[in-house]
């Protein structure tokens, strides 16, 4: 079992090269950021943790930070953690997505989520009660731009005629997706068009266990299961060890870098008694 690290890289935390040096030296496998493009200052959408942290209203973009990780280190992994794809447009960012891949060597991967905050939503022009939909869409015209030299789609939700869109990813056939979630929706999605599971490290790993049987059901029986933001709980992380998950990323609060450097020590001993 692998074992990474999803974060917040913010303005007030350690620096995104810092950070992925620290993690590549430690034997740490990959990095998967989160990303907001911001937070609406008067919002009704409730928070499942209570009071929403101060690190959601300060994200650095994400792959602006994976490409200025991608050019300090070699091996390391770098992912999205979720992309809020249904607050972007498909064709920058797949061309955002494959510039990543392309300068790290194939090192990228598309973590993405349906997000929760819908008034965030709403300020991009994304209607949150069709934005499974759009979501699904959004990922088959993203392969079509990859792929294709003359690329296009048309859909309820995207649209547009044949187009040039270079750099391709280097990524064959193209940047891993991983779908982020475990509900009902997200499982189809992910049956339809990921490549890779990513849930939630505060599940229970049993529910985890009957989605991949659900999907092993419908002809995907070995996705690659990487855990998101898991706790530093050895029962756990025994449990999705027993379970076979290709990897855990461990969740690292935004802290400063000296801070941040010593959990990563604390953590990088604890991914070492499974043989990370």
């Known amino acids: 079992m692998k074992f990474g690290i999803a974060t917040f890289v913010t303005d007030e935390g350690i620096r995104p090269t810092t950070l992925a040096k620290a993690l590549e030296e430690r034997g740490f496998d990959s990095l998967f950021l989160a990303e907001h493009s911001h937070i609406p200052v008067s919002r009704q959408t409730p928070f499942s943790g209570g009071e929403l942290p101060r690190k959601y209203y300060r994200t650095l973009d994400p792959f602006v930070a994976l490409s200025a990780a991608a050019a300090v280190t070699d091996t390391l992994l770098l992912g999205t953690g979720v992309a809020l794809l249904i607050q972007r447009d498909v064709i920058h960012t797949a061309k955002e997505a494959a510039s990543l891949d392309l300068i790290s060597g194939g090192r990228f991967v598309l973590g993405v989520g349906v997000g929760w905050n819908r008034e965030e939503m709403r300020n991009h022009g994304t209607d949150p009660r069709t934005r499974g939909a759009l979501l699904n869409e959004q990922l088959q015209a993203l392969k079509a731009i990859w792929t294709a030299e003359r690329a296009e789609f048309h859909g309820q939700y995207i649209d547009f005629d044949p187009i040039y869109a270079w750099p391709k990813p280097v990524s064959d056939p193209h940047p891993p997706i991983y779908i982020g979630g475990e509900s009902p929706a997200a499982l189809a999605r992910l049956a339809d068009h ?37 706790g530093r709980d050895s029962s756990q992380v025994e449990a999705w060890a027993e379970l076979g998950v290709e990897r855990v990323t461990f969740d690292l609060p935004t802290l400063p870098e000296s801070e941040t450097l010593s959990l990563l020590d604390e953590l990088a001993a604890l991914a070492q008694r499974y043989g990370g």
Not at 200 to 223: F, K, M, Q, S
Request: proline share 11%; glycine share 14%; net charge negative.
């Open 194 to 230: 990921g490549d890779g599971w990513m849930p939630r490290g505060n599940v229970d790993p049993e529910e985890v266990r009957r989605g991949l049987a659900w999907l092993a059901e419908r002809g995907r029986p070995d996705v690659p299961v990487s855990v998101f933001a898991a």
